[in-house]
C-alpha cells in the first residue's frame, strides 16, 4: 500500500496521518510520503501518479490470465475486444451498447443497428453448433453456426432500427421513443423518452 499526502490541506492531511498511524498499529505494511508544499493540484498529482502507475499496470498484468466465464461489458464503442470476445456495432449515432456473457451457452447482445460479434475460444474447431435467437419480441429463430480453426462462433444479429440522433442529446429526447428494452433492466443509464435500445438473447448449443 502506498499513501502520499500534501501538508497544504489540513484536513485531509491530518486524516492522511491517522491513517498512517493506524496502519502502523495494525502491523499493515505500507509506504508513507509527505510532499512539502503539495496539495490537490495536477503537478503533484502527476508526479504521484508516475510513481504509482507501473504497480497498477502490474496488477492488470497479473489479473489477464483469469478470463472469467461471466461478464457484462457497457460501452459507447462501436468497435472492442473484451475478455477474448470481440464486437463491432453498426449504427448511425454514438451512444451505449452492452455485451452480457453467461458462459458457452448463452449470450445476450443490447443496443440498436446491427452487432458483428465473434466468441471466444470456447467451441470446438471445425464442429456445428445451433444457436437460437430471442429478440425483444420474444420471437425465436434458429440458426447453423460452425466453429473456426480457433474455435470461435460468429453471429451476426439485427437488434433493431438504429437511433438517428447520438444517445443523452436533445435531438434524441425530443424524439421521444420508448425503449423496447424496460430501462430498469439495461446495464446502462437511458432516458426513457430517448434512444431505443433492443435486446437479443442466443443460446448455443450442440
Known amino acids: 500500500?502506498?499513501?502520499?499526502?500534501?501538508?497544504?490541506?489540513?484536513?485531509?492531511?491530518?486524516?492522511?496521518?491517522?491513517f498512517h498511524q493506524r496502519l502502523q498499529e495494525l502491523g499493515i505494511d505500507h509506504s508513507w510520503t509527505?510532499?512539502?508544499g503539495g496539495m490537490h493540484t495536477y503537478p503533484y498529482m502527476e508526479g504521484d501518479l508516475v510513481q504509482w502507475l507501473p504497480h497498477l499496470m502490474g496488477y492488470f498484468d497479473a489479473q489477464r490470465s483469469e478470463v472469467p466465464t461471466s461478464f457484462t461489458y457497457a460501452t459507447i464503442n462501436s468497435k472492442y475486444g473484451v475478455y477474448d470476445w470481440m464486437v463491432r456495432m453498426n449504427r448511425p449515432a454514438l451512444?451505449?451498447?452492452?455485451?452480457?456473457?453467461?458462459?458457452?451457452?448463452?449470450f445476450t447482445m443490447i443496443g440498436s443497428g446491427t452487432a458483428d460479434v465473434v466468441t471466444g475460444a470456447l467451441y470446438k474447431p471445425g464442429k456445428e453448433y445451433h444457436a437460437t435467437y430471442v429478440n425483444a419480441d420474444g420471437a425465436a429463430t434458429e440458426q447453423a453456426a460452425r466453429a473456426d480453426a480457433d474455435g470461435r462462433l460468429r453471429f451476426v444479429i439485427e437488434l433493431g432500427p438504429g437511433n438517428p440522433a447520438q444517445?443523452?442529446?436533445?435531438?434524441?429526447?425530443?424524439?421521444?421513443?420508448?425503449?423496447?428494452t424496460a430501462p430498469d433492466t439495461l446495464p446502462f443509464t437511458v432516458d426513457p423518452k430517448g434512444s431505443r435500445f433492443f435486446r437479443t438473447i442466443i443460446s448455443v448449443r450442440q
Open 1 to 18: 500500500m502506498t499513501l502520499i499526502v500534501g501538508d497544504q490541506e489540513n484536513y485531509i492531511f491530518d486524516r492522511g496521518v491517522s
Open 34 to 36: 509527505v510532499i512539502k
Open 95 to 106: 451512444e451505449f451498447s452492452a455485451l452480457e456473457v453467461q458462459g458457452a451457452d448463452r
Open 167 to 180: 444517445q443523452y442529446s436533445a435531438a434524441a429526447s425530443q424524439t421521444g421513443a420508448q425503449p423496447v
